[in-house]
């Protein structure tokens, strides 16, 4: 790992060297809400944020995605969308960045969706770590940290006067070679860095027990305590949408004359329609049935598929629940339910 | 001379729900008497105007029409009796809500054609399209996929 | 302050009845600002209930008659409203369901408290004295005015006290504020074309999560018309078009039946503000039918009936 520093002053014209060879994306402020969008100037971005209300995966598994286009005039003609523009973005909080590592267990597992995956390629991930986790913020406790580097090719730390810029991948490196205003670290530089590290991880309050979550849901599956907490689940989907690492999708055939297109949207484990099959029968017919699936899948289906939970700890999920359903309670009160 | 011409290029796609009783054959009458009215109009048959759903209006407008008529019997000689009363009520809620939104609500119109009047609604369908075109087509709902 | 343990005692006194299924009402949330709806059926857990004015869930959302026995429910003012107009529409039979009434002064917003402080991992305590709301946790103590804090629609409620109940908790209040659609005729007054920016803006946000549908009350349509997929008239693409249509159609399916309580404003997640459209269509349905939903359980909805004389005199 290289280690670098690069003056406050100086971040706007990382910013335009950035520009000159991608397309930046980086949190952008309308009306109270913080959103991952595309700049065309430094002064766009705001970096003085918590997190973004919807995740990154919006750019890599968008909302609303085209697999194909066809049209039948004469023949059936078929057309691949283009290619996915080089990407740099930046400010991802390492929490999304994480999440994103985690999509790819899920998009290369016995088949390899290049629509998703060649998107992570040609994205360059810098990151900026957290000095201020909010309320309901517990990386910390699956397996994450504020300053966490998985998923990253850069990492930044705030370190008052000066961002501490760590050159996590090989990608990353590319970066010094088009930006040379980067300062080599001080002792002092490290010192600072390593205690506004501690700080946010101290700042940091909310802890879920997670440790043999996955052995303990093994045995309460039946236990109608799913049931108590899903009497007040009202179907809305917020959850699963905010997620950064949900990521159930839909497959519509959408079509007007003789113009279409098989597209691929977001779905929600938590709508009553959610393994719905065509027959009427849903093995899931309950909201306590999809709540207790969408936990085991986070904390046990995961990690026994692919050794890592499926939640990264953004909180966003217990901030956005319009009846308080919290995950972070959810799993430490299951602990406590008799066998 | 140029603007004419322009204003001349845009046929609108007018939608016409008509109930079978009244309206549609109204509209049987102006075509057997040979009456000339705008080709824009696509006429769709419904047994009242009362059937019309909104959501049908709203679809329409989303693929493309330009304007939707409906066409229903004038009040109090509805042949279900309610049906033209349900559908001014719905019809007005519509119209004021697409107004709210941003959308000229003159896209709809209500209008009463009895099965003896025409010449009527050969005249209701040349003001309408004549109206139409002068709004211009319509851009702001369109279903726009990126396909 | 609501008397809290006249709340518990008559949730006891329901509970000790058998044919009690579980009594809807409010406890704790986990951090914060939080609270939640809470079904006791319990006696044992009746020190878990609370009423402060942080519990703005609509509990009238959970109340049903599929089961056999009966339902409890804790409504405010603008709660009730929702009960009567589901009684209205026959989806609850009056004589399945206890209704416990809180007289209303007012619930606090957590958007708007937000914007003053942020929000803590301990839970807060909340005090109304006089017109202020003082808001302790841990060893801070702020002090608000409550106009500043409340919902928007508290400010104007013309329902503070429940209009149905068999028990009231409270003495009741009478209305402080009067419904004058005031957001809603500033609106009016912009242009077509400005008001198409303002919605298309809006709608841009809009990321079809339908939680506005489900948190509202009066949405109880088995299969909604978003997701019928013969015929499909919302394609599940996200874009502006099939986003404004989602909010005409449900807009326009809660012409007449909508009381207004706010709840789906509340829950969106990118701040769409719905109300304004809902109250446009509260307002015209005022003035042109002299109609007002949720006040009477015995009328009949607002498209199932007619007068001769309805306005659209300029129908030809």
């Avoid at chain 1, 969008?37 to 003085?48: A, F, H, S, T, V």
């Avoid at chain 1, 289906?301 to 919290?326: A, L, W």
Wanted: some cysteine.
């Amino acid at each position: 790992m290289k280690r670098y520093t690069i003056h406050k002053q100086k971040i706007n014209d990382l910013i335009k060297t950035l520009l000159k060879k991608y397309r930046v994306i980086a949190p952008v402020e309308k009306n109270d809400i913080i959103l991952f969008k595309q700049i065309e100037r430094p002064d766009e971005i705001k970096l003085d944020f918590t997190n973004s209300k919807i995740p990154p995966k919006s750019i890599f598994l968008p909302q609303t995605e085209t697999l194909f286009k066809f049209s039948t005039d004469k023949d059936i003609k078929l057309e691949t969308p283009k290619n996915f523009e080089e990407t740099a973005l930046f400010g991802i909080r390492p929490c999304d960045a994480k999440s994103l590592d985690i999509l790819k267990n899920v998009f290369s597992d016995e088949y390899e969706d290049n629509l998703f995956l060649s998107k992570l390629k040609n994205t360059l991930f810098i990151g900026l770590t957290c000095k201020d986790p909010p309320v309901n913020c517990f990386c910390t406790s699956v397996d994450g940290s504020p300053f966490g580097t998985a998923g990253l090719d850069i990492l930044l730390t705030d370190i008052e006067d000066k961002y501490f810029v760590e050159i996590i991948t090989k990608k990353g490196e590319n970066l010094l070679k088009i930006f040379k205003d980067l300062k080599p670290v001080t002792k002092k530089d490290i010192e600072k860095k390593t205690t506004i590290a501690k700080n946010a991880e101290n700042k940091i309050k909310r802890h879920m027990q997670t440790k043999n979550i996955e052995k303990i849901l093994d045995q309460i599956f039946e236990n109608n305590f799913w049931g108590e907490i899903a009497k007040r689940c009202v179907g809305c989907g917020i959850c699963t949408y905010l997620c950064p690492t949900c990521h159930c999708f839909d497959i519509q055939d959408e079509k007007k004359g003789k113009h279409g297109a098989r597209i691929r949207v977001w779905d929600s484990c938590m709508y009553s329609e959610y393994t719905k099959q065509a027959s009427g029968y849903n093995p899931r017919p309950s909201q306590m049935n999809r709540i207790r699936n969408r936990i085991y899948h986070k904390f046990n289906y995961f990690p026994k598929n692919s050794q890592v939970f499926g939640c990264v700890g953004c909180g966003r999920c217990i901030t956005e629940c319009p009846v308080n359903i919290d995950i972070i309670e959810t799993i430490n009160d299951a602990r406590q339910v008799k066998k | 001379m140029v603007v004419k011409i322009m204003s001349e290029k845009f046929e609108p796609n007018i939608l016409a729900f008509l109930c079978n009783w009244c309206s549609y054959a109204g509209a049987d009458l102006a075509g057997t008497s040979r009456i000339q009215y705008s080709p824009n109009v696509k006429i769709i048959r419904v047994m009242c105007s009362g059937r019309v759903n909104p959501v049908f209006i709203l679809n329409a407008l989303q693929n493309g029409i330009d304007g939707v008529l409906i066409g229903g019997c004038h009040p109090g000689e509805c042949h279900y009796e309610t049906g033209n009363y349900l559908a001014r009520r719905r019809i007005t809620i519509l119209k004021k809500l697409l107004e709210y939104i941003g959308i000229d609500s003159r896209r709809i119109k209500l209008t009463w054609v009895s099965a003896s009047e025409g010449q009527k609604f050969a005249d209701v369908i040349n003001e309408y399209t004549a109206e139409i075109k002068k709004i211009g087509p319509i851009k702001k709902i369109v279903r726009r996929n990126e396909w | 302050m609501v008397d809290t343990k006249k709340l518990k005692n008559e949730i006891l006194k329901i509970l000790e009845k058998k044919d009690v299924k579980h009594v809807i009402c409010y406890t704790a949330g986990s951090y914060g600002f939080q609270t939640r709806p809470f079904f006791i059926s319990k006696k044992e857990d009746i020190e878990k209930i609370i009423f402060s004015p942080l519990c703005l869930h609509n509990l009238s959302l959970y109340v049903n008659n599929n089961d056999e026995k009966k339902i409890g429910v804790v409504v405010k003012g603008c709660d009730s409203k929702s009960v009567v107009q589901l009684i209205q529409e026959k989806q609850l039979d009056r004589k399945k369901i206890i209704i416990i009434g809180i007289p209303c002064k007012g619930v606090i917003d957590p958007k708007k408290l937000r914007e003053k402080i942020s929000e803590p991992l301990e839970q807060v305590d909340v005090k109304e004295i006089k017109d202020k709301y003082i808001i302790t946790f841990k060893d801070k103590k702020h002090e608000f005015n409550k106009k500043d804090l409340v919902f928007d629609k508290c400010l104007t409620c013309e329902h503070p006290t429940p209009i149905i109940y068999d028990v009231l908790i409270d003495e009741k209040i009478k209305p402080t504020g009067k419904e004058k659609y005031e957001q809603v005729k500033t609106f009016e007054k912009q242009t077509i074309d400005n008001k198409w920016k303002f919605w298309e803006e809006q709608f841009s946000k809009c990321i079809r999560c339908y939680a506005c549908r489900n948190v509202c009350p009066i949405c109880f349509c088995e299969e909604c018309m978003a997701e019928q997929l013969n015929p499909q008239w919302l394609y599940r693409s996200v874009n502006i078009s099939e986003n404004t249509i989602w909010h005409i159609m449900r807009a326009f399916h809660l012409a007449g039946r909508c009381t207004g309580c706010g709840e789906c404003e509340r829950v969106c997640p990118m701040d769409i503000p719905l109300m304004l459209l809902n109250k446009k269509l509260e307002k015209e349905i005022k003035e042109l039918y002299d109609y007002i939903p949720g006040t009477n359980p015995e009328n009949i909805p607002l498209f199932a009936m007619y007068k001769p004389d309805d306005p659209g005199g300029d129908i030809k």
